[in-house]
């Protein structure tokens, strides 16, 4: 049987870890295994194919139960846990793995993240402590086109968060690493990039500043800051040729060929160990294996054939890694620069011999640019015009200069050496220093892109496709019908007749975007946290990937977990008008008795009067929007004693066909002649699955029912959108309909909140 092929069958198996809605039950495996241990041990080379195929998905369907299974046994209640601190940031929070429970040996490979607590004893990297843990499922917000965190922390195997109420050190030695990275970080304390270099080194990210990090994803240049491919191949090149001019000093009857290519190996595998073991270069180091065995065994595959093979390999060590961004963002790099050099090489021009690897250099990053562009545009949402230029010096300057440098001064640091190592920290210290100079001098290239142009930037690869087989020529109406359909959402009109009231899923705050006709309004921005807030992470990079442009914004109170986000959400778009009740300049009085239209929406004011004294959650601007048929009722974080002085005035007028729950859920909220004066079909729910207040209370959620109300809230379902149309309406509900899938499930406990 052929690798490449089984090659294939694995990655055809793993792949539907991608959107299985839920992983098979235990009878459902054995009746698979069974399956195919009979299809393999068929003669049939076709129902072989299939029998291992279905043996490599039972492989990723366990790996999958092996990161869920912690979850539901380790969240509910105290574990006594030996835990191995494997990063620490000297403080209140530690990550570690689980190495037994309850005196057994712990045989999964489970990764827990403390916080909040500090060790008895300063921690570090290798440490070995005894624990009472109290541990919770990984759990984080989901809005359509947002980050995915939850899946994140199944592909990183950091399933487990938590805190210990007792620890005690059982072995208190550093790792050799750790060791080594205290005394590299103080050596380099001195220099300006200091922090960069132990990026750039050991894969150290989280002391490079942000503006730094955000310079970098602006130019298109981050990549060169992880540990990846580019580090660990040149680590593994330099061995070689340190082994290859070794073998000139020696007798001919000792010169192997095979010892070079496995000194590299040798040596990409300890550089991959120092820097933290961290997934992309361990996967290098598991394609470099690929690729020393098929060089000894004196294989002739395409590059195709290869790049499965290393695929297969990566996914067979750790099927969870299909879920990893970076993982597809490499493979699909890979495939990109096999795709351009091989469909649209390069002329081989004579007259330009001398400027070829600048000619090279630029061809590469054109096409990895367009290549690219519909991976990037759907993770990032964007890409970098500046990228082209910036890759053109900084590659270079990294991968010949910086990075060898860095290599010599780790080396020169385990040497008493101290002379020529500061003369290396320092070079190295200046050439990133022109790195970064050269970088600020771009303009801003980042191009924010909607998802209406997802489709197009499939067009270079069929330009291409097209090309080579001159379908213009021989299909020319396919190929124009064809563009025309991936252009179709730019040109599609929207319906007019309808309208959909957004809850975002941002945590505990509250966030809400009424849409129609491709414009918006808001009702709160979300909260607010030292160093950024929902509006720069969550709530604006929404409204791009949605193409839509808020013109105003309804602030209903001035605490934070509401009002956070206000100042970057005027930042991204000035000419936005805001309403609120706290009669700040610049803003539109929001008081009882007020309406206005927007896009044949009646919005009324019922809350608060203008001459309120109170501040505050009871200081709310309670908004009702109106289609003459259907109706929404936004309410902040009005509490009891208020909703009773609103219900005095005008009750009837409250009666709406969706409420927003009042103060996520809160006792203090939600009384029950509110509940049922409004008369509601649908309540929604802002709130955070562990927040601290434990909302919402299950009396309030049992009260809504009682009076006959659909309860949803965003710890279950994430985002939630209504979609009013004529007399109608229908929710969607972002974990359970739009993105239903394993690893989106409620893990540990049914009801816990808190």
């Known amino acids: 049987m052929g690798i490449p092929a089984l090659s294939v069958c694995v990655i055809?198996?793993?792949?539907?870890?991608?959107?299985?809605?839920?992983?098979?039950?235990?009878?459902?495996?054995?009746?698979?295994?069974?399956?195919?241990?009979?299809?393999?041990?068929?003669?049939?080379?076709?129902?072989?194919?299939?029998?291992?195929?279905?043996?490599?998905?039972?492989?990723?369907?366990?790996?999958?139960?092996?990161?869920?299974?912690?979850?539901?046994?380790?969240?509910?209640?105290?574990?006594?846990?030996?835990v191995a601190i494997t990063a620490t940031d000297g403080a209140t929070q530690h990550q570690g793995n689980i190495l037994r429970v309850d005196g057994k040996r712990w045989w999964?490979?489970?990764?827990?993240?403390?916080?909040?607590?500090?060790?008895?004893?300063?921690?570090?990297?290798?440490?070995?402590?005894?624990?009472?843990?109290?541990?919770?499922?990984?759990?984080?917000?989901?809005?359509?086109?947002?980050?995915?965190?939850?899946?994140s922390a199944f592909a990183r195997h950091q399933t487990l968060s938590g805190h210990f109420t007792r620890a005690e050190l059982v072995d208190g030695r550093c790792s050799l690493r750790a060791q080594y990275l205290m005394s590299l970080q103080n050596r380099l304390s001195a220099y300006r990039w200091g922090a960069v270099i132990l990026g750039l080194g050991m894969g150290e990210r989280?002391?490079?500043?942000?503006?730094?990090?955000?310079?970098?994803?602006?130019?298109?240049?981050?990549?060169?800051?992880?540990?990846?491919?580019?580090?660990?191949?040149?680590?593994?090149?330099?061995?070689?040729?340190?082994?290859?001019?070794?073998?000139?000093?020696?007798?001919?009857?000792?010169?192997?060929?095979?010892?070079?290519?496995?000194?590299?190996?040798?040596?990409?595998?300890?550089?991959?160990?120092?820097?933290?073991?961290?997934?992309?270069?361990?996967?290098?180091?598991?394609?470099?294996?690929?690729?020393?065995?098929?060089?000894?065994?004196?294989?002739?595959?395409?590059?195709?054939?290869?790049?499965?093979?290393?695929?297969?390999?990566?996914?067979?060590?750790?099927?969870?890694?299909?879920?990893?961004?970076?993982?597809?963002?490499?493979a699909f790099a890979v495939a990109a620069l096999i795709f351009w050099f091989q469909w649209l090489p390069l002329p081989g021009w004579h007259r330009v011999r001398r400027i070829r690897p600048l000619l090279n250099l630029i061809y590469l990053q054109v096409g990895m640019l367009m290549l690219l562009m519909p991976l990037q545009v759907l993770i990032f949402h964007g890409f970098s015009i500046s990228s082209l230029v910036a890759n053109l010096f900084a590659i270079p300057l990294v991968t010949f200069v910086s990075v060898p440098l860095i290599l010599l001064g780790m080396l020169l640091h385990l040497l008493p050496l101290a002379a020529p190592e500061s003369v290396v920290w320092f070079a190295a210290n200046k050439s990133l220093a022109g790195l970064f100079w050269l970088l600020m001098r771009l303009p801003d290239g980042w191009q924010s892109v909607?998802?209406?142009?997802?489709?197009?930037?499939?067009?270079?690869?069929?330009?291409?496709?097209?090309?080579?087989?001159?379908?213009?020529?021989?299909?020319?109406?396919?190929?124009?019908?064809?563009?025309?359909?991936?252009?179709?959402?730019?040109?599609?009109?929207?319906?007019?007749?309808?309208?959909?009231?957004?809850?975002?899923?941002?945590?505990?705050?509250?966030?809400?975007?009424?849409?129609?006709?491709?414009?918006?309004?808001?009702?709160?921005?979300?909260?607010?946290?030292?160093?950024?807030?929902?509006?720069?992470?969550?709530?604006?990079p929404w409204l791009r990937w949605h193409h839509l442009r808020p013109e105003g914004v309804i602030l209903s109170h001035e605490h934070l977990d509401h009002a956070g986000g206000l100042a970057s959400l005027q930042k991204a778009w000035p000419d936005a008008w805001v309403r609120s009740p706290l009669r700040q300049a610049g803003h539109r009085p929001c008081f009882r008795g007020q309406r206005w239209k927007w896009q044949g929406l009646s919005f009324t004011v019922h809350w608060p009067p203008e001459n309120y004294p109170a501040q505050g959650n009871n200081h709310s601007c309670v908004v009702?929007?109106?289609?003459?048929?259907?109706?929404?009722?936004?309410?902040?974080?009005?509490?009891?004693?208020?909703?009773?002085?609103?219900?005095?005035?005008?009750?009837?007028?409250?009666?709406?066909?969706?409420?927003?729950?009042?103060?996520?859920?809160?006792?203090?909220?939600?009384?029950?002649?509110?509940?049922?004066?409004?008369?509601?079909?649908?309540?929604l729910d802002s709130a955070a699955r562990y927040n601290a207040w434990r909302f919402p209370s299950a009396k309030v959620v049992r009260r809504y029912r009682k009076e006959g109300y659909i309860w949803h809230d965003t710890p279950h379902s994430g985002q939630i959108s209504v979609t009013f149309s004529q007399h109608h309406w229908q929710i969607r509900r972002l974990r359970e309909q739009f993105l239903p899938v394993w690893y989106h499930q409620w893990f540990g406990e049914p009801v816990d909140n808190g």
Not at 118 to 142: I, N
Not at 250 to 267: K, N, R, Y
Request: hydrophobic letters at 50%; charged letters at 15%.
């Open 108 to 151: 999964a490979s489970t990764g827990i993240t403390l916080y909040g607590n500090y060790l008895p004893q300063k921690a570090c990297a290798g440490q070995r402590w005894s624990m009472t843990l109290r541990l919770r499922p990984v759990h984080g917000e989901l809005n359509d086109g947002g980050y995915d965190s939850q899946r």
């Open 206 to 330: 989280l002391d490079v500043p942000r503006e730094i990090q955000d310079l970098m994803r602006e130019t298109g240049t981050l990549h060169l800051m992880a540990i990846s491919g580019l580090h660990i191949a040149l680590a593994a090149s330099l061995a070689w040729l340190l082994a290859r001019g070794i073998q000139f000093l020696l007798p001919s009857h000792w010169i192997q060929w095979q010892m070079p290519l496995l000194a590299g190996l040798c040596f990409a595998a300890f550089y991959a160990w120092l820097t933290g073991l961290q997934p992309p270069a361990l996967r290098t180091v598991i394609a470099l294996a690929v690729l020393a065995m098929l060089r000894i065994a004196a294989r002739q595959w395409s590059p195709w054939q290869v790049w499965g093979c290393c695929i297969a390999a990566i996914l067979i060590s750790d099927p969870l890694a299909i879920l990893s961004q970076s993982l597809l963002l490499s």
């Open 450 to 540: 909607d998802q209406r142009w997802q489709y197009m930037t499939l067009l270079p690869w069929l330009i291409i496709i097209g090309w080579r087989f001159l379908a213009w020529k021989t299909l020319p109406a396919v190929c124009l019908a064809g563009s025309a359909l991936l252009t179709f959402p730019l040109w599609r009109t929207e319906k007019s007749d309808s309208w959909t009231l957004h809850m975002l899923d941002v945590g505990q705050g509250l966030s809400m975007v009424i849409e129609r006709q491709g414009k918006a309004i808001l009702y709160d921005t979300g909260l607010a946290w030292p160093g950024g807030d929902s509006a720069q992470w969550l709530i604006i």
């Open 624 to 683: 009702k929007v109106d289609d003459g048929e259907q109706s929404v009722l936004l309410t902040g974080d009005i509490e009891a004693q208020a909703e009773q002085a609103m219900l005095s005035h005008y009750w009837r007028y409250l009666t709406s066909t969706l409420i927003q729950v009042p103060h996520h859920g809160s006792n203090t909220s939600s009384s029950l002649p509110l509940v049922q004066r409004v008369e509601g079909q649908i309540a």
């Open 12 to 82: 055809l198996a793993i792949a539907p870890l991608l959107w299985l809605p839920e992983l098979p039950s235990r009878h459902t495996v054995w009746i698979m295994i069974v399956g195919g241990v009979v299809l393999a041990a068929r003669r049939n080379v076709r129902l072989k194919y299939a029998g291992l195929t279905l043996l490599f998905c039972v492989w990723g369907i366990l790996a999958a139960k092996e990161s869920v299974w912690p979850m539901q046994h380790l969240t509910t209640g105290a574990v006594q846990a030996e």
